[in-house]
Nanobody, 126 residues
Framework: QVQLVESGGGLVQAGDSLRLSCAAS????????MGWFRQAPGKEREFVGA????????YYEDSVKGRFTISRDNAKNPTYLQMNSLKPEDSAVYSC???????????????????WGHGTQVTVSS
């Protein structure tokens, strides 16, 4: 189900930063765990990171750990993805997703999320 809208993507140079936002559309996600995924051309969608419903726990893919930070502000948007020190290999369509079953913990798999956005393109040049 598509009830999330991502924004903030663009074309940047290696080493630059971007902040992606994930907005809710027609539903409140304040009690949902939120995840970020990315998909490059010709590749499967891969997990980037996730944040618990109350913001108390975050979990990141090793390749982005220390560079990316997930946060949330439910009064404005369900989740944000701050990306620093971007590399060309970070280029992909980034999507946010919502898990309505927060009691089961943070999930890395696509199957663990019920609600998705269409994604925003991030392109990092050398």
């Amino acid at each position: 189900q598509v009830q999330l809208v991502e924004s903030g993507g663009g074309l940047v140079q290696a080493g630059d930063s971007l902040r992606l936002s994930c907005a809710a559309s027609g539903r409140t996600f304040s009690t949902y765990n939120m995840g970020w995924f990315r998909q490059a051309p010709g590749k499967e969608r891969e997990f980037v990171g996730a944040i618990s419903w109350n913001g108390g726990t975050t979990y990141y893919e090793d390749s982005v750990k220390g560079r990316f930070t997930i946060s949330r502000d439910n009064a404005k948007n369900p989740t944000y993805l701050q990306m620093n020190s971007l590399k060309p290999e970070d280029s992909a369509v980034y999507s946010c997703a919502a898990d309505p079953r927060p009691w089961s913990g943070l999930k890395k798999s696509v199957e663990g999320y019920d609600y998705w956005g269409h994604g925003t393109q991030v392109t990092v040049s050398s």
